[in-house]
């Protein structure tokens, strides 16, 4: 069966451009999240969507943006590239419903802005 | 504020040496604490899912405790694989599900031969 799969896996951006990463989650995953993490830093969150909904947003500023398509697929956007804003862009699909669910990632990501 | 803290940020073992990583939070009604493993250039790969004190889980050379304010990831023996970041994260307060993560910093080991 196919995992979370990512794309592009490796990007080279300059200050100012614009930036989309893709993700197809699991078949039957309907919730997925991103995460962002910097080199030698745990992931933080920066969304989560559910049924083509936003269930919830970590503290990024307003050039972060995503959504989730009808096949539960999703983008990530982030406008205005910082250098700050090279990292590991990471995808995660689960199940969602009441108690903890496990989150599945993808191989992510990684976006460089020079 | 929920956090949660993982120490040492770098371990380095010798084949066969055993050792243990600490992940300690503050969290809000704990929901599960969850331990992942990151080899580099790769996503976290799912271990263990804990959900109250006095749990333990095992695989392989691994074995996860819960207490009330920390667990622990017991490695046993290990050996050159078992090198790769670890990572311990708990739900949000407030979540329904584990879409929403604060991870710790990961703790980084190495296994020498």
Redesign the interface.
Known sequence: DAGVTQSPTHLIKTRGQQVTLRCSPISGHKSVSWYQQVLGQGPQFIFQYYEKEERGRGNFPDRFSARQFPNYSSELNVNALLLGDSALYLCASSFTGPGANVLTFGAGSRLTVL | EDQ?T?SPEALRLQEGESSSLNCSYTVSGL??L?W?RQDP??????LF?L?SAGEEKEKERLKATLTKKESFLHITAPKPEDSATY?C?V??WG????????????TTLQVKP
Do not use: H
């Not at chain 2, 250039?41 to 799912?46: A, S, Y």
């Open positions: 949660v993982q929901r599960g969850f992942y250039g790769k996503g976290p790969e799912f899912t959900y990572l994260a739900p949000t979540s329904s599900n584990t879409g929403k993560l604060i991870f710790g910093q990961g």
